[in-house]
């Protein structure tokens, strides 16, 4: 292995540091007498008994002149070993690795810079974790991380950040075939930015595991990163204050699957031709905003025991169901358009309180399937647009001038015995809905929006139209 070097000026420096000598050397320039009284009027005075004069100033920038300097950069190349070369780096060098193949288990457990140049392949063999970080600030750039092992119960991982290895960087790698692509666990202020994550497709989705996962984390940054054929592209489980930004989740159980973490930004994502899109479980204080969740075989964004949070202007269309909301109270949903899912919304278990406004909700098979004891009022402001509105608008001011109702009598046949869809269009069930609707003792608890929408408020959303769940 090469020894420290840097760069200074273009003239390549090798030093030999001894940094205890460099203490003992400044001790008689620190304990030089204080030529200034304890207290003076012109601000002096914080420099009390002993002060550190001008020659024990230079030889403090020297001193540290020289630590900074003793961080170095360590080549492995091709054939070398990566461990052998973490090992022998000191804390704060770069190890940087070129391109090529190498076998191996790297344990980090100082702060250093693991770098990759022109993308080399670092493989586990199958076996345990391919990266395990132990220290702080560690960084790790530029590889194509492979082969994990496949023990759930150790959850062997492409890299495995330990408790207590804050403000790790893990960015710009490609993982293919790792159990987990990333579990991090009870660190904070991570950085996981534009990683690729494919996970062992082979496997049944049971026996998979995630593509990041979190636990126990605070003020992580998830940003732009690509997951697929894992169990759950990112879960988060007890994990606070942390954004995650232009992530794309496809071909996975659940896009997302959040348990019991609050105060979370999820925004800018796509989840798509998974079984789920977002699964929000359990939280509170979630804003979820400008992401979108299509071709999802079960819902495109799940909101289950959510409280207190803001979900807006979110692309939902094409999934079996658009949102399905169970034990949501004191929310707020706006500006999101639900389109071509088979059910737009299925909302019950006591969801209520919630401020619902300003939503499209357009050719859905079932606008709402609503399961509840009495009404609930949603579009209290502006209201929201519905494509299965049959009311008008005679003062032409874009409301209409009846109000919507979500389900009757029909509906709920409807749902109850699903045969009677071969005669929705027949003259005796376009009879019952018109009669139900004449007598409120055959009316059913429905969402009932007072201020109907004559016009979609999104003045784009044919450009959704492609994808449509029959």
């Known amino acids: 292995m090469p ?51 001008l020659p024990g100033l230079l030889a403090i920038a020297l001193f540290l002149a020289t630590l900074y300097a003793a961080a170095a950069e360590w080549t492995v190349h091709p054939g070398e070993s990566i461990s052998a070369a973490v090992q022998a780096a000191a804390a704060g060098d770069t190890v940087q690795v070129e391109r090529g193949a190498y076998i191996d288990h790297v344990l980090i457990d100082k702060p250093l810079r693991l770098q990759g140049v022109n993308r080399p392949t670092l493989s586990g063999d199958n076996q345990g974790d391919v990266i395990r970080i132990k220290s702080p600030d560690v960084v790790t750039d530029g590889f194509i991380i492979r082969d994990s092992g496949d023990n759930l119960t150790e959850q062997n991982a492409g890299i495995y950040v330990e408790p207590g290895s804050h403000r790790a960087i893990i960015r710009n790698n490609d993982f293919a075939y790792t159990l987990f692509g990333l579990w991090l666990e009870k660190a904070n202020d991570l950085e996981i930015t534009n990683n690729l994550i494919t996970g062992k497709r082979d496997l049944a989705s049971a026996q998979r595991g995630n593509g990041i996962q979190l636990y126990n984390c605070y003020r992580a940054k998830i940003i732009g990163n690509n997951v697929s054929f894992v169990r759950d592209g990112i879960y988060v489980d007890v994990s606070f204050n942390s954004l ?73 269309v094409g999934n079996s169901k658009g949102f399905f909301i169970y034990d949501a109270e004191y929310n707020t949903l706006k500006n999101n358009l639900v389109m071509g899912n088979r059910i737009g919304v299925h909302l019950w278990a006591g969801s209520i309180h919630n401020d619902v406004d300003s939503n499209d909700f357009i050719h859905n098979r079932d606008q709402i399937r609503y399961v509840a004891t009495r009404s609930e009022e949603w579009g209290k402001e502006r209201g929201n647009y519905w494509s299965n509105y049959v009311g008008w608008d005679a003062n032409g001011d874009g409301v209409g001038d009846t109000r919507y109702e979500a389900n009757d009598v029909v509906d709920r046949l409807n749902w109850k015995y699903p045969l009677v869809k071969l005669l929705l269009n027949s003259p005796a069930v376009q009879s019952l809905r018109l009669i139900a609707r004449q007598f409120p003792l055959l009316r059913g608890p429905s969402v009932v929006d007072k201020h109907p929408r004559i016009h979609p408020f999104r003045p784009n959303w044919s450009d959704w139209l492609g994808i449509q769940r029959d």
């Open 3 to 53: 020894p420290h070097s840097w760069n200074v000026a273009d003239c390549a420096i090798v030093v030999s540091v001894d940094h205890q000598f460099f203490v003992d050397s400044l001790r008689p320039v620190i304990d030089s007498k204080n030529d200034f009284p304890d207290s003076q009027s012109d601000g002096r005075s914080a420099f009390r008994g002993r002060v550190i004069g």
């Open 244 to 316: 995650f930004r232009a992530n794309k989740m496809h071909h996975v159980r659940y896009g997302t699957h959040y348990m019991n973490s609050h105060d979370n930004i999820w925004e800018d994502n796509d989840t798509y031709k998974n079984r789920g899109g977002l699964a929000l479980m359990e939280v509170r204080r979630q804003i979820v905003r400008n992401n979108r969740a299509w071709d999802n075989s079960d819902h495109g964004i799940m909101l289950r025991t959510i409280q207190d949070s803001v979900v807006e202007n979110n692309i939902v």
